[in-house]
């Protein structure tokens, strides 16, 4: 098991050279001698709540290096504060985090990847992990696409974050000093506290935001009372202080199920679909859908073999690209 190390013990901290930054992403020891220009391809997908998200999908050879950029920096140890991203937590944890506070506040940052600027993450770099200045921009040009982060790839939600670190460090400690509870689960910021929290506290947050060219979603922000029904990330806190899963997503488990247990509409894919949102939903109320969890134990070897055939198929898929690109290869290059 990889374990998370301070940012100084990092075989980025301080990098300088191209040859070595080439090697620890698995590239030719060469690669970083000449300017590569990276591809990506762009969808919309829909938003829980309407509107639509723009995906950028990059391509599959610079997908390869960011995964393995992100292995990286990823081991750079986080503040508790932080729950998205964190191996073993999840939006659940950070409802859970904030469910004995009788006072809860939330607040999106708006279009947080699009506002995040090439310069932040470059300062990142070179201020930060204090690398030389060609090895900045390089990393800058891999994670960054039309001068901010796009949406879609294995390194925007880290990349995001370490870029605004000390901003989101400022507002824990502000926060901390005021006794209310912060964390951070992506855009998403939650304080909590047995005392009421002061209304201004969203100008505040805003002003530091603003300086770093980031905004509140004001629709989205929500200051909720001791005894009402709160949403985080997700998740219902009800007055009880019990975890509750979302009315829509309760509704979607429902019709999902109701396909399911129909013949015209069933299929194994829908089956598989189910059983990974009750999955979900059991993280939030444990027994929650009696009779759908009694439906899928009575299918859980069909679930069983569909996923194993489905790892079977990404396995022979993966050989095939191997085997392509050990074909497509130079004389040279084997």
Same mark, same amino acid.
């Given at each position: 098991?990889?374990?998370?190390?301070?940012?100084?013990?990092?075989?980025?901290?301080?990098?300088?050279?191209?040859?070595?930054?080439?090697? @620890?992403?698995? #590239?030719?020891?060469?690669?970083?001698?000449?300017?590569?220009?990276?591809?990506?391809?762009?969808?919309?997908?829909?938003?829980?709540?309407?509107?639509? *998200? *723009?995906?950028?999908?990059?391509?599959?050879?610079?997908?390869?290096?960011?995964?393995?950029?992100?292995?990286?920096?990823?081991? !750079?140890?986080?503040? !508790?504060?932080?729950?998205?991203?964190?191996?073993?937590?999840?939006?659940?944890?950070?409802?859970?985090?904030?469910?004995?506070?009788?006072?809860?506040?939330?607040?999106?940052?708006?279009?947080?990847?699009?506002?995040?600027?090439?310069?932040?993450?470059?300062?990142?770099?070179?201020?930060?992990?204090?690398?030389?200045?060609?090895?900045? &921009?390089?990393?800058?040009?891999?994670?960054?696409?039309?001068?901010? %982060?796009?949406?879609?790839?294995?390194?925007?939600?880290? %990349?995001?974050?370490?870029?605004?670190?000390?901003?989101?460090?400022?507002?824990?400690?502000?926060?901390?000093?005021?006794?209310?509870?912060?964390?951070?689960?992506?855009?998403?910021?939650?304080?909590?506290?047995?005392?009421?929290?002061?209304?201004?506290?969203?100008?505040? %947050?805003?002003?530091? #935001?603003?300086?770093?060219?980031?905004?509140?979603?004001?629709?989205?922000?929500?200051? +909720? $009372?001791?005894?009402?029904?709160?949403?985080?990330?997700? %998740? !219902?806190?009800?007055?009880?202080?019990?975890?509750? #899963?979302?009315?829509?997503? *309760?509704?979607?488990?429902?019709?999902? +199920?109701?396909?399911?247990?129909?013949?015209?509409?069933?299929?194994?894919?829908? @089956?598989?679909?189910?059983?990974?949102?009750?999955?979900? $939903?059991?993280? &939030?109320?444990?027994?929650?859908?009696?009779?759908?969890?009694?439906?899928?134990?009575?299918?859980?070897?069909?679930?069983?073999?569909?996923?194993?055939?489905?790892?079977?198929?990404?396995?022979?898929?993966?050989?095939?690209?191997?085997?392509?690109?050990?074909?497509?290869?130079?004389?040279?290059?084997?």
């Amino acid at each position: 098991m990889n374990k998370e190390y301070s940012i100084e013990k990092s075989p980025l901290y301080r990098l300088r050279n191209k040859k070595k930054l080439a090697i @620890l992403l698995g #590239l030719p020891n060469n690669y970083f001698k000449k300017v590569h220009q990276y591809k990506y391809s762009e969808f919309y997908e829909d938003k829980p709540n309407g509107g639509k *998200r *723009r995906i950028n999908n990059p391509e599959e050879k610079l997908k390869k290096i960011q995964k393995k950029l992100f292995k990286l920096l990823n081991r !750079i140890e986080k503040p !508790i504060w932080v729950i998205s991203g964190v191996k073993g937590k999840s939006y659940v944890d950070n409802a859970k985090l904030h469910q004995l506070n009788a006072n809860i506040c939330t607040i999106d940052i708006e279009q947080f990847y699009d506002s995040t600027k090439e310069i932040y993450v470059y300062n990142f770099f070179n201020n930060v992990m204090k690398m030389s200045t060609n090895i900045s &921009v390089i990393l800058t040009k891999i994670v960054t696409y039309e001068g901010r %982060i796009p949406t879609g790839t294995p390194t925007s939600q880290l %990349i995001a974050f370490l870029s605004y670190k000390d901003l989101f460090t400022i507002i824990y400690e502000r926060c901390k000093a005021k006794g209310i509870l912060f964390s951070l689960y992506v855009d998403d910021i939650t304080l909590s506290s047995n005392k009421i929290i002061p209304k201004n506290i969203k100008n505040k %947050i805003n002003y530091l #935001l603003n300086v770093r060219g980031l905004n509140i979603k004001k629709s989205k922000t929500k200051f +909720y $009372a001791k005894k009402s029904n709160k949403s985080v990330t997700g %998740i !219902i806190i009800d007055y009880k202080k019990q975890l509750k #899963l979302e009315n829509k997503k *309760r509704k979607g488990i429902i019709d999902l +199920y109701k396909e399911c247990i129909d013949n015209k509409t069933f299929s194994i894919e829908k @089956l598989v679909k189910l059983n990974g949102k009750m999955n979900d $939903a059991r993280q &939030v109320e444990q027994n929650i859908f009696p009779t759908i969890s009694a439906y899928l134990t009575k299918h859980k070897n069909e679930i069983k073999e569909y996923n194993k055939e489905q790892v079977k198929k990404k396995k022979i898929i993966k050989k095939i690209i191997e085997r392509k690109k050990l074909n497509n290869k130079k004389p040279n290059e084997l």
